[in-house]
């Protein structure tokens, strides 16, 4: 669970405006889980910074006719360097105090999917992860091999382990440690899109969990758990307890019953998080073939915003 101590109440700006499907939608997350409303205003302020331009990147992106693919590894990216999310740069700690970067990527139009864990030196995991997709025979490379699949990327940025450090993670880390805390500090970014051809795509990226033994794998890089895509339905991306997300196959189980339950995106997301999963699990995004957008979590908070070409805008952490 993200252990955040927070203070104040979210903001979100209206939604929808023009009637119709929106010719593109999209959403994305920073996380879900324990999040204080304790939370001093200028901390509060610089998450909503955050949220808020990496959603704008994605609208504009989106407006200029960008694919979905292309617009999810972009959002992605920038949260992954901000040091406020627990992904690249603000990866969570394992407990030999190092990071293991887990990423999955999916393409709605073809159900190509790539995804990357325990990478230790790649600055954009979801950048790895695209590549395993489209320059790989494969969809899933771990630790050692994910890096050696790394090596043979020319364009991909390498950096230090070190490079993930920060004081936040560390003292975390720290607590984690000396207290036995059960409650461990976690957070993934996610982003979800619709474009204007009517394709789908999603992007997730993690740091895993604070003090995560050695070789743990959380949902995030298990697609059809952490992140899925279809065309025929929706794209989702999820944040949470990892084991019990990859346990009910969140992502892919929300896409089926659409699939085959003829739910509406609302419904089948509500199914899932608030009957499948348990309280305080933690939370989905999602946006459907039409351009509905859900954004449903069972945890106190989840940092997300959303966007689409009718106008709408939205950012929140509470409810
Ligand atoms: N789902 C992530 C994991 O289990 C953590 C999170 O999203 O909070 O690794």
Same mark, same amino acid.
């Not at 960008?66 to 992904?87: K, T």
């Not at 979800?192 to 990226?205: E, F, N």
């Given at each position: 669970?993200?252990?955040?101590?927070?203070?104040?109440?979210?903001?979100?700006? +209206?939604?929808?405006?023009?009637?119709?499907?929106? +010719?593109?939608?999209?959403?994305?997350?920073?996380?879900? =889980? !324990?999040?204080?409303?304790?939370? +001093?205003?200028?901390?509060?302020?610089?998450?909503?910074?955050?949220?808020?331009?990496?959603?704008?990147?994605?609208?504009?992106?989106?407006?200029?006719?960008?694919?979905?693919?292309?617009?999810?590894?972009?959002?992605?990216?920038?949260?992954?360097?901000?040091?406020?999310?627990?992904?690249?740069?603000?990866?969570?700690?394992?407990?030999?105090?190092?990071?293991?970067?887990?990423?999955?990527?999916?393409?709605?139009?073809?159900?190509?999917? =790539?995804?990357?864990?325990?990478?230790?030196? !790649?600055?954009?995991?979801?950048?790895?992860?695209?590549?395993?997709?489209?320059?790989?025979?494969?969809?899933?490379?771990?630790?050692?091999?994910?890096?050696?699949?790394?090596?043979?990327?020319?364009?991909?940025?390498?950096?230090?382990?070190?490079?993930?450090?920060?004081?936040?993670?560390?003292?975390?880390?720290?607590?984690?440690?000396?207290?036995?805390?059960?409650?461990?500090?976690?957070?993934?970014?996610?982003?979800?899109?619709?474009?204007?051809?009517?394709?789908?795509?999603?992007?997730?990226?993690?740091?895993?969990?604070?003090?995560?033994?050695?070789?743990?794998?959380?949902?995030?890089?298990?697609?059809?758990?952490?992140?899925?895509?279809?065309?025929?339905?929706?794209?989702?991306?999820?944040?949470?307890?990892?084991?019990?997300?990859?346990?009910?196959?969140?992502?892919?189980?929300?896409?089926?019953?659409?699939?085959?339950?003829?739910?509406?995106?609302?419904?089948?997301?509500?199914?899932? !998080?608030?009957?499948?999963?348990? +309280?305080?699990? =933690?939370?989905?995004?999602?946006?459907?073939?039409?351009?509905?957008?859900?954004?449903?979590?069972?945890?106190?908070?989840?940092?997300?915003?959303?966007?689409?070409?009718?106008?709408?805008?939205?950012?929140?952490?509470?409810?």
């Amino acid at each position: 669970m993200l252990l955040v101590l927070f203070a104040a109440s979210c903001a979100a700006t +209206p939604g929808p405006t023009g009637g119709g499907a929106p +010719p593109w939608a999209m959403a994305i997350h920073g996380g879900a =889980g !324990v999040i204080s409303k304790d939370l +001093p205003a200028e901390v509060r302020e610089g998450y909503f910074a955050s949220l808020t331009a990496a959603r704008d990147l994605g609208a504009r992106m989106l407006g200029e006719g960008a694919s979905a693919l292309d617009v999810v590894e972009a959002v992605v990216r920038e949260l992954e360097d901000d040091p406020r999310f627990n992904a690249g740069r603000g990866a969570v700690y394992t407990a030999e105090a190092t990071h293991e970067l887990d990423a999955s990527i999916m393409d709605g139009r073809t159900l190509a999917c =790539g995804a990357v864990t325990g990478a230790r030196t !790649v600055r954009h995991p979801i950048s790895l992860a695209r590549r395993v997709m489209e320059r790989s025979r494969h969809v899933f490379f771990s630790g050692d091999g994910a890096e050696a699949f790394a090596d043979t990327q020319a364009d991909l940025e390498r950096v230090e382990n070190t490079f993930f450090d920060t004081d936040h993670r560390r003292e975390a880390l720290e607590r984690v440690l000396a207290e036995r805390q059960e409650v461990r500090e976690r957070g993934t970014v996610g982003c979800v899109a619709l474009d204007q051809a009517g394709h789908l795509a999603a992007a997730t990226s993690t740091g895993g969990m604070t003090a995560k033994e050695f070789g743990r794998i959380g949902d995030s890089p298990v697609v059809g758990a952490g992140c899925y895509a279809n065309d025929a339905t929706c794209a989702v991306s999820c944040t949470g307890s990892g084991e019990e997300f990859i346990r009910h196959c969140v992502a892919y189980a929300i896409s089926a019953r659409m699939e085959h339950g003829g739910q509406s995106l609302a419904e089948a997301a509500h199914a899932v !998080v608030h009957e499948t999963l348990a +309280p305080d699990d =933690g939370g989905i995004i999602a946006v459907s073939h039409t351009g509905e957008i859900a954004m449903v979590f069972n945890s106190k908070g989840m940092f997300r915003a959303a966007a689409d070409g009718n106008g709408r805008r939205e950012l929140a952490i509470w409810e």
